[in-house]
């Protein structure tokens, strides 16, 4: 069947790769380009990977969910390895991590799921319930909040591990409406 090349925009005889149609050329091209990114990725993966011990988390970067740059194009270091390491299919899927280190790029520590997946590792790990308030909790923030001086929401906030924008939410009446001082 002839059609027009998503890429190239040439009429030739297309075949359907994923979600568009493109002619053999262009496929050849995508799939010489993917190539050549998993060998500089394997070549630079070895190099990282010698310096850390096996088992514990391997931290790159200060910085959370670690990139690194090929060619121009800037990759979260968990997704390429759980993809060309791994040999995980992570399109359309988040990264979880077994270890909770966000930092951390541990082939073994990455795993592949859902945001339910996600969602469900956060609720039995108890990663969810920072700074949650409760009643008495805010009754208490609500008349420390009467006579307001300066720096007592970044005082109540630190007091309570929560962040001084939902200090002032309470304040402003935006959160907890439905309690009364």
């Given at each position: 069947m002839l059609k027009y090349?998503?890429?190239?925009?040439a009429v030739t005889e297309t075949y359907f790769f994923g979600k568009l149609y493109h002619c053999r050329t262009c496929q050849l091209d995508r799939a010489s380009k993917?190539?050549?990114?998993?060998?500089?990725?394997?070549?630079?993966f070895a190099t990282k990977a010698a310096g850390f011990n096996e088992g514990e988390c391997w931290e790159l970067t200060n910085t959370s969910y670690p990139t690194v740059r090929f060619s121009g194009v800037q990759y979260k270091a968990n997704r390429l390895i759980c993809r060309f390491v791994n040999k995980q299919r992570i399109r359309g899927k988040v990264i979880r991590h077994t270890c909770d280190n966000d930092k951390c790029i541990n082939p073994d520590h990455l795993i592949v799921g859902t945001s339910k997946d996600n969602s469900i590792d956060m609720a039995e790990r108890d990663r969810w319930k920072k700074g949650v308030l409760s009643i008495e909790d805010v009754k208490y923030i609500k008349t420390r909040l009467v006579n307001i001086k300066r720096g007592v929401v970044i005082e109540l906030a630190r007091m309570f591990n929560v962040s001084p924008?939902?200090?002032?939410?309470?304040?402003?009446?935006?959160?907890?409406?439905?309690?009364?001082?």
């Amino acid at each position: 069947m002839l059609k027009y090349c998503k890429n190239c925009q040439a009429v030739t005889e297309t075949y359907f790769f994923g979600k568009l149609y493109h002619c053999r050329t262009c496929q050849l091209d995508r799939a010489s380009k993917l190539q050549k990114l998993r060998v500089r990725f394997n070549k630079w993966f070895a190099t990282k990977a010698a310096g850390f011990n096996e088992g514990e988390c391997w931290e790159l970067t200060n910085t959370s969910y670690p990139t690194v740059r090929f060619s121009g194009v800037q990759y979260k270091a968990n997704r390429l390895i759980c993809r060309f390491v791994n040999k995980q299919r992570i399109r359309g899927k988040v990264i979880r991590h077994t270890c909770d280190n966000d930092k951390c790029i541990n082939p073994d520590h990455l795993i592949v799921g859902t945001s339910k997946d996600n969602s469900i590792d956060m609720a039995e790990r108890d990663r969810w319930k920072k700074g949650v308030l409760s009643i008495e909790d805010v009754k208490y923030i609500k008349t420390r909040l009467v006579n307001i001086k300066r720096g007592v929401v970044i005082e109540l906030a630190r007091m309570f591990n929560v962040s001084p924008e939902a200090i002032r939410h309470i304040k402003n009446g935006k959160n907890y409406k439905h309690v009364v001082i």
